[in-house]
């Protein structure tokens, strides 16, 4: 299988060093060339979640180093349940948040970190910008691994108190910096410590944001796997409503789709940043600040994974037939964790809510909302509107026990270069 950059088709990458480089070198974005094509008769009823996404994987992973240790690698990362919780006769969630951290970041996170400890024995450095949950999975995942050091980047109170104790927890390999800024100002850092010819000296650079495809890959996984026991259950293709911000999410689920798996339609829930509902009523696009929201890990105003996402459209007009964006509002999220508590028992976070939200405006059909963060990482916005605790899972008190450090800047990248060079 070859890699192409979304700007240039016709340089070919392998995948390894498509992981390895994460942007390609005339910035676009690693795609593969082609996807492979899947049959639900393909897959018995025995394989568990890791074997299934071991065959999903494997063709893209044809003619790579990495081919032989990838059974392993699966099993590695993806040793945690992905649960479809029935809400009502035609709506389910996939709960996506039983990894370390609580998010699905955890899946791409956790397969990038196995995949890339494997590749490397000269020291890389992983430098992620992070809206709330990328922090912490990536530096959960790349935690005491022995060639890696990690450097996040966090926009200084906004994120949640349980998000930012998550990733800056851990110490070692690990550096948390908060930035006094937005996410995209920690984007836009990373962006230039990667164009910065003096970082590249010192430093093998390397992302483990969503534009690196070792991330969006394993996330086509869990719509497969959810799709194909849904069609087995009932004989019926999955709709899929996906919380979107950077756009990676959605991205593997209409992957998911091309490679042949039982899935109808798609939808995009956003919160207030509403740059692709904007696109889709008026075919521009327009990049803007993002706005701070209850659902902050989706508050990106500059969706890096949008142009991987128009690829897969001839144009405008087929982009627009094919794909419905809700843009939802703080108070609409508000109303709706409070109706999914007090209707269907149920705790939904902040950026679910989006995707329950937009349920309610769509009939025909059995839908599955991609539930992608635990509610217990937003206790202090939703506690007061159920007006009840949430438990906290185990994998967070642990990590609430220990001692947090960061350091806090103004978003200039030669702040960071300073402070590793004295530590
Ligand atoms: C990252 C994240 C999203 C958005 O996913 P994208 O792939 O960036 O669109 C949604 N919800 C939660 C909880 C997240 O952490």
Not at 303 to 316: G, Q, T, W
């Amino acid at each position: 299988m070859k890699y192409i950059s979304t700007i240039d088709n016709r340089k070919h990458y392998t995948l390894s060093q498509a992981m390895l480089e994460g942007l390609a070198p005339d910035g676009g974005l690693f795609i593969p060339e082609t996807f492979p094509k899947f049959n639900a008769s393909e897959f018995s009823e025995k394989l568990t979640y890791s074997d299934i996404c071991y065959k999903i994987l494997k063709p893209f992973f044809a003619g790579d180093a990495l081919i032989n240790k990838l059974h392993e690698l699966c099993r590695l990362a993806f040793n945690f349940d992905v649960p479809l919780k029935k809400i009502d006769f035609s709506t389910y969630i996939m709960e996506l948040f039983h990894g370390p951290t609580l998010s699905f970041k955890d899946f791409g996170a956790r397969f990038l970190a196995a995949c890339l400890n494997e590749l490397t024995e000269k020291k890389i450095t992983i430098m992620v910008a992070t809206s709330g949950d990328t922090g912490s999975a990536v530096a959960a995942a790349f935690y005491k691994k022995p060639h890696i050091d990690v450097i996040v980047l966090f926009p200084n109170g906004q994120i949640s108190k349980r998000q930012q104790q998550q990733m800056t927890c851990w110490g070692e390999n690990v550096y948390a910096f908060a930035i006094d800024g937005t996410f995209d100002d920690c984007q836009r850092m990373v962006k230039s410590a990667f164009s910065d010819a003096e970082w590249q000296k010192h430093n093998h650079l390397c992302t483990a944001n969503s534009i690196n495809i070792g991330r969006l890959l394993p996330q086509t996984c869990y719509y497969a796997y959810a799709s194909l026991n849904l069609f087995k259950q009932q004989n019926i293709e999955a709709n899929f409503i996906v919380p979107s911000g950077n756009l990676g999410n959605v991205t593997a689920a209409y992957w998911a789709k091309k490679m042949g798996f039982p899935i109808n339609r798609i939808l995009i829930a956003t919160n207030a940043n509403r740059v692709v509902s904007d696109y889709i009523e008026t075919g521009h696009y327009q990049p803007r600040q993002s706005i701070h929201t209850l659902a902050n890990a989706m508050d990106v105003g500059e969706p890096s994974n949008f142009e991987r996402l128009i690829k897969l459209f001839s144009d405008y007009s087929a982009f627009k037939k094919e794909v419905v964006a809700y843009s939802v509002s703080d108070d609409q999220i508000k109303q709706t964790i409070k109706k999914m508590f007090s209707k269907y028992n149920t705790i939904v976070c902040p950026h679910t809510a989006t995707g329950c939200w937009a349920r309610e405006r769509v009939d025909d059909g059995i839908w599955i909302i991609a539930g992608t963060a635990h509610p217990c990482k937003f206790e202090t916005v939703i506690e007061p509107i159920i007006q009840q605790k949430i438990p906290i899972d185990t994998a967070l008190s642990k990590m609430l026990d220990r001692k947090s450090k960061f350091i806090l800047i103004e978003p200039k990248l030669e702040l960071i270069t300073e402070y590793l060079k004295k530590h």
